[in-house]
């Protein structure tokens, strides 16, 4: 019974109105609607909407031993990067008759480990996991045993044993150092992450030797770890105006640090651009809003969402490791004048 007690409407009610037979009014609502012709997928569709019909997915499952239900499980939906990764992944899903049941782990490795081992017990069809951490979260990874496949997405981990969608950090960074060098810069300072070990490994040695390769100045004393987040950034700027040597350009490995370490110049009466470049990474959607906006390499997030589901849903057994390429967005951050790219 509906809110009003009237009788919902059964899927032998559409097959009625439409004209034909039940079965065939199951694959007209599905994922076979191919099997049939568009004229009788229309009819059907049309009866269904006529009557307010809508599926019962726990029902469907039971019939069909599927759930068509994916699990989403990332470190934080308050970071605004995560919060867009998990809207395309749902769009894509939606467009491949999928629904997305997302989790957040709170950065914390108990919590995700329950979640994949809930995960594991059937009630979704496949995994997509950002991990907390690319090395400590690759044990309750690599323990993950079902038979649906899961996927690694946006941050690799030492676990090996399935796949993964991340960003090329060698295109994306050499791309940042060439822009800081023909902006003027000559030596360079970077802010780099603690929650992403193996990522920001791996991003700082492809700056290291972007740098090389451009003729950028990039002293040791000028690389420092910040904790993820705003006050990470300002934190690690307090580091760096505490030596003697004080980069023409500030490389900050995301967004919410660059953010950080912007505002900690200004309080310091230190200007953007003026008086020192930054960088961010990720694009993140205040990353045209704030001020000055800031200079930023645009991960590839509808495509990586694209490729992770086409991946999950084939099921395939063979391992891949996909590295897509960034675009870095260049804006007020590093620009003197006002006008930049978008």
Same mark, same amino acid.
């Not at 603690?194 to 030797?209: G, H, N």
């Not at 391992?319 to 804006?331: C, D, E, T, W």
């Given at each position: 019974?509906?809110? *009003?007690?009237?009788?919902? /409407? ?15 009014? &199951?694959?007209?609502? +599905? ?13 059907? *569709?049309?009866?269904? *909407? ?10 469907? &499952? ?7 239900? !994916?699990?989403? !499980?990332? /470190?934080?939906?308050?970071?605004? @990067? ?20 997302? +989790? ?7 919590? =995700? ?26 044990? $309750?990874?690599?323990?993950?045993? &079902? ?27 050499? $791309?940042?150092?060439?822009?800081? *060098? ?23 040695? =492809? ?5 090389? @390769? ?16 705003? $006050? ?25 640090? $660059? ?26 959607? @205040? ?37 897509? /390429? ?17």
């Amino acid at each position: 019974m509906d809110q *009003k007690g009237r009788r919902r /409407p059964v899927l032998a009610d559409v097959a009625r109105r439409a004209g034909v037979s039940q079965s065939t009014a &199951s694959r007209a609502l +599905s994922a076979k609607a191919s099997l049939i012709s568009t004229a009788t997928q229309q009819r059907v *569709k049309k009866a269904a *909407k006529e009557l307010g019909y809508q599926t019962n997915p726990i029902a469907r &499952s039971l019939r069909l031993s599927k759930t068509s239900v !994916i699990g989403m !499980i990332v /470190p934080s939906i308050s970071n605004p @990067f995560f919060t867009r990764l998990v809207e395309e992944v749902e769009h894509v899903l939606y467009e491949n008759n999928y629904y997305l049941y997302l +989790s957040d782990s709170r950065r914390n490795l108990d919590t =995700e480990a329950r979640l994949l081992r809930a995960f594991e017990s059937g009630s979704v069809d496949g995994v997509l996991i950002v991990p907390c951490h690319e090395v400590k979260s690759a044990p $309750s990874i690599a323990d993950f045993t &079902s038979g649906i496949p899961l996927i690694q997405l946006d941050r690799p981990t030492t676990c090996t044993k399935f796949s993964g969608v991340g960003i090329d950090e060698r295109q994306s960074m050499f $791309s940042v150092i060439k822009h800081l *060098k023909d902006s003027g810069a000559k030596t360079i300072g970077v802010v780099t992450s603690k929650e992403t070990e193996l990522t920001s490994m791996l991003r700082l040695k =492809e700056t290291e030797e972007a740098c090389r @390769f451009y003729d950028v100045c990039l002293p040791r004393k000028l690389i420092v770890e910040g904790e993820h987040s705003i $006050s990470g950034g300002a934190e690690a700027v307090e580091t760096l105006l505490a030596s003697n040597l004080f980069p023409d350009a500030l490389v900050c490995f995301s967004d919410l640090l $660059s953010v950080g370490a912007i505002k900690q110049l200004k309080d310091q009466g230190i200007g953007v651009p003026e008086d020192v470049l930054v960088t961010g990474f990720d694009d993140t959607p @205040f990353a045209e809003l704030f001020r000055p906006s800031l200079t930023t390499v645009r991960q590839p997030v509808e495509q990586m969402a694209r490729t992770a589901v086409s991946m999950l849903l084939e099921a395939s057994s063979s391992v891949s490791h996909y590295r897509l /390429p960034g675009r870095l967005i260049r804006r007020e951050s590093t620009l003197l004048e006002a006008s930049y790219q978008d």
